[in-house]
């Protein structure tokens, strides 16, 4: 990005993307897909992409300080290789598919692993479920790793594939929440250096977060008084709902743009 949007317009839209992420991070995980429609909308596509990450690790910074005694490591341990995988796939397929294709690809995948989800909870069941174990844990946590990189790095959209990975594991939701806040500050910080070399960070885009450090901070708190007000089987529909609307818009921006 090569200069600051000069309109009031486009800075209220950016400062409300950023209150967004700041829900989203320690909140509800679902909405993190509306702040990248709406800087998108205000910024070209891919030059976006970067303008949010540095917004994204601020949020994070946020999440870490408030749930941060909740993290499952183990957990982290497990996608960690496959995250790496991912988001080197990710990099490399920036230099080849346009904005629309990769929309298009990232909201397909977050739809299917949705209606798993969804199929996985509706379906009968004799007994209570229980969170994957052996061979079936660890090929969940490659195929999650995996994607999660590759979206995070395509479009900062990992987030409702971890959604929908961690709420597999049966996480209750403040181990949900610090789970996920030391994941996404983790690979986000891992992705700097390749977002760096693809030219999509420059100091306008660092410019920029700092200037929207309020709004991300008002949306921290938000997320975080909402969040202890709801009961777990409410967390997980809106989150679970959230992430459908989420990936929904991603394929309608693709097919409108």
Same mark, same amino acid.
């Given at each position: 990005?090569?200069?600051?949007?000069?309109?009031?317009?486009? &800075?209220?839209?950016?400062?409300?993307?950023?209150?967004?992420?700041?829900?989203?991070?320690?909140?509800?995980?679902?909405?993190?897909?509306?702040?990248?429609?709406?800087?998108?909308?205000?910024?070209?596509?891919?030059?976006?992409?970067?303008?949010?990450?540095?917004?994204?690790?601020?949020?994070?910074?946020?999440?870490?300080?408030?749930?941060?005694?909740?993290?499952?490591?183990?957990?982290?341990?497990?996608?960690?290789?496959?995250?790496?995988?991912?988001?080197?796939?990710?990099?490399?397929? %920036? &230099?080849?598919?346009?904005?629309?294709?990769?929309? %298009?690809?990232?909201?397909?995948?977050?739809?299917?692993?949705?209606?798993? $989800?969804?199929?996985?909870?509706?379906? @009968?069941?004799?007994?209570?479920?229980?969170?994957?174990?052996?061979?079936?844990?660890?090929?969940?946590?490659?195929?999650?790793?995996?994607?999660?990189?590759?979206?995070?790095?395509?479009?900062?959209?990992?987030?409702?594939?971890? #959604? %929908?990975?961690?709420?597999?594991?049966?996480?209750?939701?403040?181990?949900?929440?610090?789970?996920?806040? &030391?994941?996404?500050?983790?690979?986000?910080?891992?992705?700097? @250096?390749?977002?760096?070399?693809?030219?999509?960070?420059? &100091?306008?885009?660092?410019?920029?977060?700092?200037?929207? #450090?309020?709004? #991300?901070?008002?949306?921290?708190?938000?997320?975080?008084?909402?969040?202890?007000?709801?009961? $777990?089987? $409410?967390?997980?529909?809106?989150?679970?709902?959230?992430?459908?609307?989420?990936?929904? %818009?991603?394929?309608?921006?693709?097919?409108?743009?």
């Amino acid at each position: 990005m090569s200069e600051l949007p000069a309109d009031a317009a486009a &800075w209220a839209m950016l400062a409300l993307a950023a209150a967004l992420v700041g829900i989203a991070k320690t909140g509800f995980s679902g909405m993190g897909s509306l702040p990248i429609l709406l800087f998108a909308t205000v910024l070209p596509a891919r030059e976006s992409t970067g303008a949010l990450l540095p917004v994204l690790i601020l949020a994070d910074l946020f999440a870490i300080r408030f749930y941060s005694r909740h993290v499952e490591w183990r957990v982290l341990a497990r996608l960690a290789p496959w995250v790496i995988v991912g988001t080197v796939l990710g990099a490399v397929v %920036l &230099w080849f598919v346009d904005d629309t294709f990769m929309r %298009l690809l990232i909201g397909a995948i977050l739809l299917a692993m949705l209606a798993i $989800q969804v199929w996985n909870r509706l379906r @009968p069941k004799a007994v209570e479920p229980k969170p994957p174990s052996g061979l079936a844990r660890r090929s969940a946590a490659a195929g999650a790793g995996v994607a999660a990189g590759a979206t995070t790095m395509m479009a900062n959209a990992a987030g409702p594939v971890m #959604v %929908l990975y961690l709420m597999l594991s049966g996480f209750p939701k403040l181990r949900f929440l610090g789970t996920m806040a &030391w994941f996404f500050f983790a690979v986000n910080l891992f992705k700097v @250096p390749f977002s760096v070399g693809l030219g999509l960070i420059s &100091w306008h885009t660092l410019l920029m977060a700092v200037l929207l #450090v309020p709004a #991300v901070a008002v949306g921290a708190l938000v997320g975080r008084a909402v969040v202890h007000r709801v009961n $777990q089987r $409410q967390f997980e529909l809106a989150t679970l709902v959230l992430s459908g609307v989420g990936a929904g %818009l991603l394929i309608l921006s693709a097919v409108t743009s």
